[in-house]
Structures are given as structure tokens and as C-alpha cells.
């Protein structure tokens, strides 16, 4: 296929010790609990086979919470996020106003439906 990587866009990552960002989420290898396994083959033969552990893929939540502080849907006050009025909303209508803010929220949990952390 002659593909080539781009050594600025290219990042390796060690999984087990810090998360790897891709398409807005952070993908970590958690650890497995158990030790290496001792696999006994049908010839009789032992060997051990170390511990894979599972993916986990979370979404940045620090980084949806400042993108909602840029919007100005949150604001900090006290070390506190509070939600935040939006005047331009307040002239719809309720029933505009109920579809406009569906729309954002199921379009966060739309993005981030497979998510540990949702």
C-alpha cells in the first residue's frame, strides 16, 4: 500500500502508563488483576502467558468541561462549574428551547455512547 507516517502526527504510546487520545477519546490499558497465567498445552507442556489486561476508552471530560466554559454554557465560580443562562435562548420558545438543548446533549452522548465514563 506505500503508506507513510507523519512523525508529527504519529504519537506511540505505552497504554499502560498514560492514555493515548484518538477521535476525542482516551484509550488506556487497564490492568489486569491476575498474574501470569499458566497455560497447559494438549501435549503436556506448561507455559506461561502474561496478563493482557482490557482497554478502556473514557471520554476527556476536562476537555468537554472547558469547551462548555468557551461556549459559555458553564461558568466557574467559587472552584464551582454552575450551568449557566444563555439570553439568545431565552427569546424561543419552550418548545424550541427543549429541542435546541436535546440537541447538544444527545449529541454528547451520541459521540461517547461506548465510553466507560458516560
Known amino acids: 500500500m506505500k503508506l507513510e507516517l507523519s512523525m508529527e502526527k504519529t504519537l506511540i504510546t505505552n497504554t499502560r502508563l498514560e492514555r493515548a487520545r484518538f477521535l476525542g477519546t482516551d484509550i488506556k ?3 489486569s488483576r491476575n498474574l501470569d ?3 497447559t498445552r ?3 507442556l506448561k ?3 502474561p ?3 482490557n482497554i478502556i476508552m473514557t471520554a476527556p471530560i ?3 468541561t472547558k469547551k462548555l466554559l468557551e461556549r459559555k454554557f458553564l461558568v466557574r465560580r467559587k472552584g464551582e462549574l454552575i450551568p449557566q443562562s444563555i439570553p439568545k435562548f431565552l427569546v424561543l420558545p419552550v418548545k424550541d428551547l427543549i ?3 436535546r440537541s447538544i446533549l444527545m449529541g454528547f452522548l451520541n459521540y461517547f455512547s ?3 465514563n458516560r
Do not use: T
Open 62 to 64: 476536562d476537555k468537554i
Open 37 to 39: 497465567k499458566i497455560i
Open 114 to 116: 461506548f465510553v466507560h
Open 29 to 31: 490499558r487497564q490492568a
Open 42 to 44: 494438549s501435549n503436556g
Open 47 to 49: 507455559s506461561k502467558s
Open 99 to 101: 429541542i435546541r438543548f
Open 51 to 53: 496478563p493482557s489486561g
